[in-house]
């Protein structure tokens, strides 16, 4: 525990599951999304350089798998502030114990969890709600010429999204299914 966080660990060396600590009266609530001096303790370095909000519509619905590739390489905190998500990080670190393996969590409005992602893991997440929000702070500001991504749908990655996929964005389904000399990235 650190501050207003609880970090779980998980399989994947330096993937986190940070529990927010609510603090709440009559009035509602308050949940700290990102305290540098808090989150420096389990990983995170630097400042924000970017913050994000996304909306999808529909659940089923499936986004990523995405990274940046060093120099560029980022560290995000994701949190989901309405509905339900399932979250899901692969390590793609060229030289880990565990390359190529994945971590999925739900994260949602009601749980206060946030999946920290270190540097060297692709992206991705599964509405599992309709109308789903999530906030991302990124490490480093994107820079398209260092985007990445995997197949979501990749046997390779034997993801077990829970609803059919749907809504897969071109760029998306066009990332090809992984060959066998795939080497990731430099972490």
Known sequence: MSGRFEAAKTPLDGLLVLTRRKMADERGFLSRLFCEDDLVV???QGRVAQLN???TAFKGTVRGMHFQRPPHAEIKLVACTRGRILDVAVDIRRHSPTFLRHFA??????????LLIPKGFA?????LTDDVRMIYAHSHPYAAEAEGGLNPQDPALAIDW????????PRDAAHPLLSPDYRGVAA
């Open 53 to 55: 909000e996304t909306g």
């Open 162 to 169: 829970p609803l059919p996929v749907i809504n897969l964005s």
């Open 105 to 114: 969590v739900e994260l949602s409005e009601d749980n206060a969890c946030s």
């Open 42 to 44: 389990f990983g995170w």
């Open 123 to 127: 992206h991705g997440f599964q509405a």
